[in-house]
């Protein structure tokens, strides 16, 4: 809209010419008010803390986390549990063991546990390769402190069944997995 036009639909609307000049001249003011108070103190960066001690909990037991495997990822976790094992057991300090009985893998806080979210990262880690993901890209969750897990089913979101519910996995899986593999990234 060209600025002749503009005007003419500001008269319009407002019949009164000075009415018309107050409202632009208010309009102004507001634009400048707004930049002043963007020009103000840089925004506070996130505090840095240094891990919680386990000793600072004061908890006399070790804390245990129980993850349930899947039927289907048995044989992979069969096949990589010395690299998750070792994993856990020399970057985290905790102690880990694959419960034969209740099909659940069983990690478990120590004395040499140093940090208080090692638990919550090493559980992470699990979950993220009984999800599908290889050891390696899971790793990163353990070393990196602002990376986490998020996952869901496509049937919380919509109720499908049979075809429709692998049409929409297709969709988001992508031609040839391309999306799935950005996904995991």
Not at 111 to 125: I, R
Not at 147 to 164: I, P, R
Request: charged letters at 30%; proline letters at 5%; a positive charge.
């Amino acid at each position: 809209m060209c600025t002749k036009q503009r005007n003419l639909s500001h008269r319009l609307i407002f019949k009164n010419e000075d009415a018309f000049q107050r409202r632009k001249q208010h309009a102004c003011e507001r634009q400048e008010g707004a930049m002043e108070t963007a020009e103000g103190p840089p925004p506070l960066k996130r505090p840095d803390f240094p891990p919680l001690r386990r000793e600072a909990l004061g908890g006399g037991k070790g804390e245990v986390r129980k993850i349930s495997v899947p039927p289907n990822r048995y044989t992979p976790l069969k096949e990589n549990w010395m690299k998750i094992f070792t994993s856990i057991v020399e970057h985290l300090q905790l102690q880990i063991r694959f419960n034969l009985k209740t099909r659940n893998v069983e990690i478990k806080t120590c004395k040499q546990t140093k940090d208080v979210g090692a638990l919550t990262k090493a559980v992470d880690f699990v979950k993220a390769f009984l999800l599908g993901f290889q050891v390696e890209d899971a790793l990163a969750l353990i070393r990196l402190d602002d990376l986490f897990l998020e996952s869901f089913e496509v049937t919380d979101v919509k109720l499908l069944k049979g075809d429709h519910l692998s049409r929409a996995i297709g969709r988001i899986a992508g031609k040839g997995g391309k999306k799935n593999s950005l996904l995991k990234m």
